[in-house]
């Protein structure tokens, strides 16, 4: 395993904190009725998960040369961001923010999740993939349990 800085992990995180900083400004409507409704534990995994998940993708050893692996999951990322796009040109509704986007479900928790698990296995970086594992199950957790409110 490879610890060296990675810049190519510091571009994923930053393709992920944009939108979600600009997403904070504006969340859905009743947003936070759902919100409300989180599953602790799904929570704690999420945060532990993010956390984890930014340390090891800066310190994954992974450089901008290509290879297949990173391009499908800097691919993930793209996808990542034109769903973004369609939030933001959108009413912002719930619907909107966990409606499918090219028939991937859940692509606000599923895209990034998969892109940083592809990174890990890139950067042969147990540590990543297991953060990542633990991000998904937190993450996609909690967007799975708003999906099934809204139904």
Partial sequence: MNFAFSF?????????????ILWSKCPPKDYEKYSNNENKILLALERIGEVLVTVFSLFCGVS???NVVLAIAFLSMIVYELYWIRYFKSPKTMNDMYGNFLFIPLPGATLPVLAFLILGVCANNILLIISAVIL??????????HKQEII
């Fill in 136 to 145: 998904g199950i937190g993450h996609i957790g909690i967007h799975f349990g």
């Fill in 8 to 20: 190519v992990g510091l571009l994923f995180l930053v393709m992920l904190f944009v939108p979600n």
């Fill in 64 to 66: 901008f040369s290509f």
